[in-house]
């Protein structure tokens, strides 16, 4: 298989793939209910949390929307600043809520004090924010936003989506004052698609008790009774879980502030290699993702013919993302890539120039 440098699905070894390989056990069952309350109270290590994680048998999105529904009543503001902060405000839209978006240029990033100035004039529920924004390889100082926003309007919820960052940067949740951060297995876990992570605070879910309509599947209150008893409400992604149990116990045995510096490590890698190609980095300094870095394409190269080329040795970059397509290209560096394994692919990346 081609080693994939695009940002999610990522590689995953060949023993966490072998780890979904067990045998099925009743959900229900006391040995499955000991892997998942396993599994769970290892993920709040990642989360930097004393909360509970909720572990959902969905992509990231669904806890995007499990956020809405459950959180949110009337009015939520929306921060806006890339492709999948975007999609987060549509996803509040289709809910029926009313959302106010405050939006920055893409290759800009969220301003805590412009968040402020606009919950300070009250009426919003919460404040949704995207911390690394996988389109344009920008991490927003959501640590600074939420000080703002406790200071501003202080009963005002923090919901952060965390899906290309969490187990590749570090993100304090407790230590931050977040009320949701939710993550996805595809990325930085470096696991197969199909579970969601999500951590909430006490306060959250006491705010989640009296919203009405929250839907079904995504009932957070519904989801705490069942995981006091280690279980689900619905049946949950077996196969994955056991993937999980098994990849944070490596992702705890490598440990999180050695896992945090190598992705940081990889990234500066990334970034000198596109300076020294006279490229622009498309996320200013200061601002600038651990696990993914989008370079301006200023020199106009073919990224459809730059894969090609490095299918025939087995590794593969990502284009653009939606209207930065050809514009920008994107190099991820997340999961279990190693600075070898970026080595290889500039080296393999300098051939082509050469062509």
Not at 9 to 35: C, G, N, Y
Not at 221 to 241: C, F, G, N, Q
Not at 275 to 286: C, K, N, R, T, V
């Amino acid at each position: 298989m081609p080693h994939m440098f695009v940002p999610g699905p990522v590689d995953v070894t060949d023993e966490i793939l072998q780890a979904q390989a067990q045998p099925m056990l009743p959900h229900r069952s006391k040995e499955f209910e000991a892997i998942y309350r396993r599994a769970s109270e290892k993920s709040q290590q990642l989360f930097l949390t004393q909360y509970r994680v909720f572990l959902t048998a969905s992509s990231g999105t669904g806890l995007q929307e499990a956020a809405i529904r459950n959180f949110v009543d009337k009015k939520v503001l929306a921060c806006v600043n890339g492709a999948f902060a975007e999609r987060w405000y549509e996803v509040a839209l289709s809910n029926g809520k009313d959302v106010e978006k405050l939006s920055e240029e893409w290759d800009q990033p969220i301003r805590p004090e412009r968040v402020a100035d606009l919950v300070r004039k009250g009426g919003h529920e919460a404040v949704m924010v995207v911390h690394n924004e996988t389109s344009t390889g920008l991490e927003n100082p959501v640590e600074e936003i939420a000080a703002a926003v406790r200071a501003a309007a202080p009963e005002t919820l923090m919901l952060v989506d965390a899906v290309s960052s969490l187990a590749g940067a570090k993100v304090e949740m407790d230590a931050w004052g977040l009320d949701m951060v939710l993550t996805s297995s595809q990325k930085c876990l470096a696991l197969p698609p199909g579970l969601a992570l999500g951590a909430v605070s006490d306060r959250a879910m006491k705010r989640a008790e009296k919203i009405e309509n929250r839907g079904w599947y995504f009932d957070l209150v519904r989801m705490e009774k069942h995981r006091l008893k280690d279980s689900s409400p619905a049946t949950p992604a077996m196969s994955l879980i056991f993937a999980l149990d098994r990849q944070l116990d490596h992702i705890l045995a490598e440990g999180l502030e050695k896992r945090f510096t190598r992705h940081s490590a990889m990234a500066k890698r990334v970034q000198d290699w596109a300076d020294a190609h006279d490229l622009s980095l498309y996320a200013p300094e200061g601002y600038r993702s651990q696990t993914v870095t989008t370079v301006k394409n200023e020199r106009g190269w073919d990224v459809s013919a730059l894969n090609k080329f490095l299918l025939e040795r087995g590794m593969r970059i990502a284009n653009g993302y939606g209207a930065l397509k050809n514009i920008t290209f994107r190099i991820a560096h997340m999961g279990e890539t190693q600075m070898r394994d970026i080595d290889a692919l500039l080296k393999a990346m300098e051939e082509y120039l050469k062509k």
